[in-house]
């Protein structure tokens, strides 16, 4: 895939245009960040429905699967494999999933070993998802090379799928019993899309230069800062994850 998995970079206006929405984003997470006085967590679902976002997330995989299937051969018919451009990325951030991994684990373990390993689990996760939904919002249409006879329809067919795992991930969160919303995630939240903003200056281009990388790989670490702080809520109570845990009996299964 990443033979295919390159994209145009923003160029004269459209990439200050992207810049200002990217800093309105930030400044609409700051704000709420500010506002945002006591942790806020939402309410956790049954079984069944832990259940049925389970199942949803893994056909939302499968589909995905099978979707990249169909638009790799498409590309394959039109385009010859080449050289797949350098990927400095994937390192950090399978670092990025372990340490949030560990970090969650440890975190959790007042409230049982069952419940801090699902959290660990979800919290690795959805962390990456953090990053790669808005990512994906802007790069998905000028990905190249375009796929014939109809672009568009392969774009979707790759990232319809893509944003339903995306978004089925961050469900997920709900499922733990230590996620709650703190103003420290909105105001993380806020610094990536500030980086974010930079990054579209020099055209949010693939990261295989200097500035694109550095910008890339500040952009994920803040991130998984911000999937950090929701499962360390700023004023959130050991004592308390203690009696939510054993009163709701830890992870649903």
Same mark, same amino acid.
């Given at each position: 895939?990443?033979?295919?998995?390159?994209?145009?970079?923003? &160029?004269?206006?459209?990439?200050?245009?992207?810049?200002?929405?990217?800093?309105?984003?930030? %400044? %609409?997470?700051?704000?709420?960040?500010?506002?945002?006085?006591?942790?806020?967590?939402?309410?956790? $679902?049954?079984?069944?429905?832990?259940?049925? !976002?389970?199942?949803?997330?893994?056909?939302?995989?499968?589909? *995905?699967?099978?979707?990249?299937?169909?638009?790799?051969?498409?590309?394959?018919?039109?385009?010859?494999?080449? =050289? $797949?451009?350098?990927?400095?990325? =994937?390192?950090?951030? /399978?670092?990025?999933?372990?340490?949030?991994? #560990?970090?969650?684990?440890?975190?959790?373990?007042?409230? %049982?070993?069952?419940?801090?390993?699902? &959290?660990?689990?979800?919290?690795?996760?959805?962390?990456? !998802?953090?990053?790669?939904?808005?990512?994906?919002?802007?790069?998905?249409?000028? @990905?190249?090379?375009?796929?014939?006879?109809?672009? #568009?329809?392969?774009?979707? /067919? *790759? *990232?319809?799928?893509?944003?339903?795992?995306?978004?089925? @991930? +961050?469900? +997920?969160?709900? +499922?733990?019993?230590?996620?709650? +919303? &703190?103003?420290?995630?909105?105001?993380?939240?806020?610094?990536?899309?500030?980086? *974010?903003?930079?990054?579209?200056?020099?055209?949010?281009?693939?990261?295989?230069?200097?500035?694109?990388?550095?910008?890339?790989?500040? &952009?994920?670490?803040?991130?998984?800062?911000?999937?950090?702080?929701?499962?360390?809520?700023?004023?959130?109570?050991?004592?308390?994850?203690?009696?939510?845990?054993?009163?709701?009996?830890?992870?649903? @299964?």
């Amino acid at each position: 895939m990443t033979a295919y998995g390159t994209w145009v970079s923003y &160029s004269g206006a459209a990439r200050i245009w992207l810049a200002i929405l990217l800093l309105a984003v930030a %400044g %609409g997470l700051t704000y709420t960040g500010t506002r945002l006085r006591l942790p806020l967590r939402a309410r956790r $679902p049954g079984k069944a429905a832990a259940v049925f !976002m389970l199942v949803a997330w893994v056909l939302a995989i499968a589909t *995905f699967l099978i979707c990249t299937v169909v638009y790799v051969e498409q590309a394959r018919q039109d385009y010859p494999i080449g =050289t $797949p451009p350098t990927d400095p990325i =994937t390192i950090v951030t /399978l670092a990025a999933v372990v340490a949030t991994f #560990a970090i969650v684990n440890e975190m959790g373990q007042p409230l %049982g070993q069952r419940a801090a390993l699902g &959290s660990a689990v979800i919290g690795a996760l959805s962390a990456p !998802m953090i990053f790669v939904l808005p990512f994906d919002l802007i790069v998905m249409a000028r @990905t190249y090379p375009p796929i014939p006879p109809h672009p #568009a329809l392969y774009r979707a /067919l *790759f *990232f319809l799928p893509l944003f339903t795992i995306e978004i089925t @991930t +961050l469900g +997920l969160l709900t +499922l733990s019993p230590m996620v709650a +919303l &703190s103003k420290r995630t909105p105001l993380a939240l806020a610094a990536m899309f500030v980086v *974010f903003a930079i990054w579209a200056l020099f055209g949010f281009a693939y990261p295989s230069a200097p500035i694109p990388i550095a910008l890339n790989v500040l &952009s994920k670490v803040l991130a998984f800062a911000a999937a950090a702080t929701l499962f360390a809520p700023e004023g959130f109570d050991v004592g308390s994850l203690l009696a939510r845990g054993r009163g709701e009996g830890g992870m649903p @299964t």
